[in-house]
Structure formats: C-alpha cells, structure tokens
C-alpha cells in the first residue's frame, strides 16, 4: 500500500517562506515521477510543480518563487516556497505517478497525500 504523507504548512505572513515534505512509502520511490498541485477554497485543484525520477522538473511559470527536489535515499519530495502571497493560501497536496515523466494533469497521477494546509495573511 502506497502511503504519501504531506508536512511542513502551517500560517505565515506574507513574504515569508515555508518548505513542504512529502514522504513516500510502500514501493519503491526512486522511479516515480512526483508533484505538488493546490486547490484554495471553491477552486479547481491546480498544479504547482512537478519532479521526475532524475530531478528534472518543471513548475508553473506563475509559481516561480516555488522550488521542487526529492531526495531519493529518504523517499522524500520537498516544496520551497519562498515570498509566499495570500494568494498562495490553499490546501496542498503531493502525488505520485508510477511513471518517471511529470505531467501537470492530477488526473495522472496514481496516489495522493491527505493535504497540508498553508496559510498566508497579509
């Protein structure tokens, strides 16, 4: 059973920074593709950042200050937020996809975390 376990939200001002971990269990990681997407109250879930299995990634050009790695030896994926807005305020959610290719599709991707709230005032 494919465990993914999100950590790391939590309330911060605006401007500040946070750094998301998901880590992953029950097959074996290093092979997958991962990504983070985020879905704020009445909107769609949308996609945030992605890594592959080799670490080439790719994050939405409106999410810039976001960076996405993994650390394979820890079947962990990270998300560095930096000069976080309010806007950025949402649920985030980790996926997998039993593919080494990324994709900004959630419906791609195979597994999910149960999500971690970020919240940003002003």
């Known amino acids: 059973q494919v465990q993914l376990v999100e950590s790391g939200g939590g309330l911060v001002q605006a401007g500040g920074s946070l750094r998301l971990s998901c880590a992953a269990s029950g097959r074996p990681f290093s092979r997958w593709a991962m990504g983070w997407f985020r879905q704020a109250p009445g909107k769609e879930r949308e996609f945030v950042s992605a890594?592959?299995?080799?670490?080439?990634s790719s994050t939405d050009s409106l999410k810039g200050r976001f960076t996405i790695s993994r650390d394979n030896a820890k079947n962990t994926v990270y998300l560095q937020m930096n000069s976080l807005k309010p806007e950025d305020t949402a649920v985030y959610y980790c996926a997998a996809r039993i593919v080494p290719v990324t994709s900004t599709n959630p419906d791609d991707y195979d597994y999910w975390g149960q999500g971690t709230q970020v919240t940003v005032s002003s």
């Open positions: 890594i592959s299995w080799s670490g080439s």
